[in-house]
Structures are given as structure tokens and as C-alpha cells.
């Protein structure tokens, strides 16, 4: 019942910024738990964010807290990732999902996903 698009992603350089955007549709989005993950070119997708269906619970992967914001407006339907200080090693896909709780870290815990926006770290 929520279907999720991704924007936001490009090229920056080691240390800049980018805020990512996940637009959903669907009546339903403000009773989900969101999260973001990445996947790397030949690694598994991993954690990166989540939040709960409220926006004041916030969860994030150690490599990522201090560096990244995840929020969302429950009034435009959208997610966001805010990413600063970014790393070469940040180079990824990165996907929105929606899910049952905040607290799962594991991309089999969300039931719904969009289809990803290329984020690239140059050196």
C-alpha cells in the first residue's frame, strides 16, 4: 500500500554534502517505520538509517552517527537522508524502505522498496 521513489543522488567530492529524498505514495505512509540502506558494487546492502512512524526515534549505523540525519515529513509523504562529511567508502546505491519498526537493522525487516539513487564519493 506505500510505493517509494528515491532523488537526490550525484557526484560530490570527499567531505561535501548531499541530502537524499524518498517521495512515497500511498494514504498509509505515516503508520510505517522508514529506514535507508546501501549497497556497495559487489557487497551485501547494508544499514545506514531508520525512523519511527513519528520521526522521534532515530537509529543509525556506527560509521554513518555524527555524519548523517534522517527525517521525514509525515505531511509530504517524504524521507530524508542528509549526509555530510562524506567518505569515498560512502560510494553506493542507496534505497529507502519502509518497515515495521525503526529498531530493525536487516533489509528483510522492510517490506517495501524503492528502486535506489546512485550516491558516488570521488577522491
Known amino acids: 500500500q506505500v510505493q517509494l521513489v528515491e532523488s537526490g543522488g550525484g557526484l560530490v567530492q570527499t567531505g561535501g554534502s548531499l541530502r537524499l529524498s524518498c517521495a512515497a505514495s500511498?494514504?498509509?505512509?505515516?503508520?510505517?517505520?522508514m529506514g535507508w540502506f546501501r549497497q556497495a558494487p559487489g557487497k551485501e546492502r547494508e544499514f545506514v538509517a531508520s525512523?519511527?512512524?513519528?520521526?522521534?526515534?532515530?537509529d543509525y549505523a556506527d560509521s554513518e552517527k555524527g555524519r548523517f540525519t534522517i527525517s521525514r515529513d509525515n505531511a509530504q509523504n517524504t524521507v530524508y537522508l542528509q549526509m555530510n562529511s562524506l567518505k569515498p567508502e560512502d560510494t553506493a546505491v542507496y534505497y529507502c524502505?519502509?518497515?515495521?519498526?525503526?529498531?530493525?537493522?536487516?533489509?528483510?525487516?522492510?517490506?517495501?522498496w524503492g528502486q535506489g539513487t546512485q550516491v558516488t564519493v570521488s577522491s
Open positions: 524502505a519502509a518497515g515495521r519498526s525503526y529498531r530493525y537493522t536487516l533489509s528483510n525487516a522492510y517490506a517495501h
Open positions: 500511498g494514504r498509509t505512509f505515516s503508520s510505517y517505520a
Open positions: 525512523i519511527n512512524w513519528s520521526g522521534g526515534l532515530t
